[in-house]
């Protein structure tokens, strides 16, 4: 049973039809950040866990309901444009980035629609087990009602014929993977009025003015590299040094290497460790200035443009160059740019920036920040279509 909530968007009064309230389910996720405070849920990582935490914030929740609506109305009155939902969503999630089921899920409650979960073949199902978590705290809420009635998680081959009848069964579609893989997906959907948004192959990488990098700016960018390596489309596949000499780049590198074992206290997985000192062997062999981090915990490869990129999953590659190189140079699937400048040169940065294809310019520390608009594409009011009213 839905009902219409009013909203307030400048001089125009706008309603939707959901089935539950969305200042509720966002108070009862809000609810759960003093629970996971006192302790850890053994699927997930200390940073994994934080991170969920922060995303919890109750203003930061509100942002895609305000986006999209306004602010809650105070009084009813004809609206000029009612927001109906389109119906069941499905996703299909990644296996190299398992935090972003929970992220999204949480976004796609606030919907009240209907949603599935096709979960990555080789990824730990941390969406489930999130919402199964969210579900035992908070009992007796609309969340509870939503989360036990409303969503499924599903592990399904890729010749399952029960993905077609999922993508048939969906009104929105959401695929996070490869070209191929959303390609594959939206090309089984039959409905002319069904929606589909596609998170593909994305290229991301970091600025940085070495003249305004300090050991806070220093530890941020340890702690976005460390989280998933190269393997998110957030995390910075290439550090930029931009118009820094070679001296102050070998500079860089040595800070970074100080500080990574008190930052990054945990050991890697054998696995990574043993592929980090062989990355590190090819790294200089293709001619970069390669170095390991103790305990073989990452590499720190210093090169340029030209430089075949060294490919391991934690070798951490800086180049030194000018704003016009690193324009000349940024892949045309660039998702995130994450900077670390002075005032002055955000300006210039960005209005460069914006005659390219990137969809996210932000400070190094945000880079990994999940929202509503993702590669410049608002799925959360997609899970809407509107109806004006005159």
């Known amino acids: 049973m839905s009902s219409l909530y009013y909203f307030q968007r400048g001089e125009r009064t706008i309603a939707a039809r959901l089935a539950y309230d969305p200042s509720d389910l966002v108070a009862a996720w809000a609810s759960l950040r003093s629970k996971m405070t006192r302790r850890l849920h053994p699927d997930f990582t200390r940073d994994e866990w934080a991170y969920l935490i922060a995303f919890l914030d109750e203003k930061s929740l509100l942002a895609p309901v305000y986006s999209t609506f306004g602010e809650f109305a105070k009084t009813q009155s004809i609206p000029h444009e009612v927001y109906v939902p389109r119906g069941s969503i499905a996703v299909w999630l990644p296996n190299n980035v398992s935090l972003l089921g ?104 970091a600025w940085i003015d070495y003249n305004h990098m300090n050991d806070a700016s220093l530890s941020e960018l340890i702690k976005i590299f460390a989280i998933y390596g190269r393997a998110g489309c957030t995390s910075p596949k290439r550090i930029v040094l931009l118009n820094s000499s070679r001296a102050e780049a070998e500079e860089f590198r040595g800070r970074l290497l100080d500080m990574w074992p008190s930052i990054i206290a945990d050991d890697v997985d054998p696995h990574h460790a043993s592929d980090n000192v062989m990355a590190c062997q090819w790294a200089l062999a293709n001619g970069w200035n390669a170095s390991l981090v103790a305990r ?37 699937n660039t998702q995130t740019v994450g900077y670390c400048c002075s005032p002055s040169s955000h300006g210039e940065w960005l209005s460069r920036l914006s005659t390219t294809k990137i969809h996210r310019f932000v400070p190094v520390g945000k880079m990994h920040h999940f929202n509503h608009v993702w590669d410049g594409q608002d799925f959360w009011a997609g899970c809407f279509q509107s109806i004006e009213v005159a």
């Not at 599935?116 to 705290?137: C, D, M, P, Q, T």
């Not at 409905?191 to 991301?204: C, E, L």
């Not at 210093?302 to 934690?314: V, Y």
């Not at 951490?316 to 704003?323: A, D, G, Q």
Request: proline share 4%; net charge negative; aromatic share 6%.
């Open 296 to 332: 073989n915990k990452a590499v720190i490869a210093l090169g340029n443009m030209q430089l075949e990129p060294a490919e391991s999953h934690l070798c951490m590659n800086i180049v030194s160059c000018s704003l016009d190189e690193a324009l000349e140079y940024l892949p045309t």
């Open 102 to 205: 929970p992220l999204v899920a949480i976004l796609l409650s606030l919907t009240g629609q209907p949603a599935r979960y096709k979960l990555g073949s080789r990824a730990a199902n941390l969406v489930g087990a999130f919402l199964n978590f969210a579900a035992i705290e908070t009992e007796n809420t609309q969340l509870r009602e939503y989360i036990d009635e409303r969503t499924e998680c599903l592990f399904l081959d890729r010749g399952d014929d029960r993905i077609d009848k999922l993508v048939e069964g969906a009104a929105v579609r959401m695929v996070f993977g490869s070209d191929e893989a959303a390609g594959s997906v939206h090309a089984k959907s039959k409905s002319p009025t069904s929606v589909g948004f596609s998170f593909v192959d994305k290229h991301s990488e």
